[in-house]
């Protein structure tokens, strides 16, 4: 059975930082493009990052850049989330996601095929 399984969630204050990781198993994901998007009450879910399998591609959206950095252990077969500089909007379901190596659109939630449950994120003001 394939499981992705976040964790790192919590409450934090605005500017500090918390590491995210998700673990996957039941297959390897080595291959794969592994994302994080998240959710905010009354929003609808949306894109943050993505990393490709070598690790040396990765992408996010405009509003995490420069704080928010997204790594990958193939070896454990999980990748990690780093938030830095945490803001209030920042708040939000996190999930983690894998998509098929060749997927073009990373951005889209749709281009993902496995999902976790999702992990709290709470920044404080």
């Known amino acids: 059975q394939v499981q992705l399984v976040e964790s790192g969630g919590g409450v934090v204050q605005t500017g500090g930082s918390l590491r995210l990781s998700c673990a996957a198993s039941g297959r390897t994901f080595s291959r794969d493009v592994m994302g994080w998007f998240r959710q905010a009450p009354g929003k609808e879910r949306e894109f943050v990052a993505a990393?490709?399998?070598?690790?040396?591609?990765?992408h996010y959206t405009d509003s995490v850049k420069g704080r928010f950095t997204i790594s990958r252990d193939n070896a454990k077969n999980t990748v990690y989330l780093q938030m830095n500089s945490l803001k209030p909007e920042d708040t939000a379901v996190y999930y983690c996601?894998?998509?098929?190596?060749?997927?073009?659109?990373?951005?889209?939630?749709?281009?993902?095929?496995?999902w976790g449950q999702g992990t709290q994120v709470t920044v404080s003001s």
């Open positions: 996601t894998a998509a098929p190596s060749d997927t073009t659109w990373v951005v889209t939630a749709t281009s993902y095929r496995y």
């Open positions: 990393i490709r399998w070598s690790g040396l591609s990765t």
